[in-house]
């Protein structure tokens, strides 16, 4: 059952990362690089493996909700950053 979850997870996160892909052969107004695509795919393996993670080794429901959706979270405040710059580090997308 663990396996077929981590599978289920990392093909998700393939789907995710297909999606802008697909775009850009269909419109200009997606237009991604090497960088962009490999940037993203850290933070979506990344989130979706720290979550599999939590989910194995957290024992009780209510702090592996908890815990995932602070990753989730960060994940959302990180892919936001660098996408358009609401906090204005230097890593800002805008």
Partial sequence: ?????????LAAM???????FIAMQFTDEVNWTFR??????????????LCELVLRKVKTVQNRILICGVVVI???????????GIFGTPFAGS
């Avoid at 393939?14 to 802008?20: E, F, G, H, K």
């Fill in 36 to 49: 962009d695509f490999a940037i993203m795919g850290v933070l979506l393996y990344g989130t979706g493996l």
């Fill in 14 to 20: 393939s789907v995710l990362l297909l999606i802008p």
């Fill in 74 to 84: 960060v994940f959302l405040l990180i892919w936001a950053e660098l996408a358009v």
């Fill in 1 to 9: 059952m663990k396996n077929k979850r981590l599978i289920i997870i």
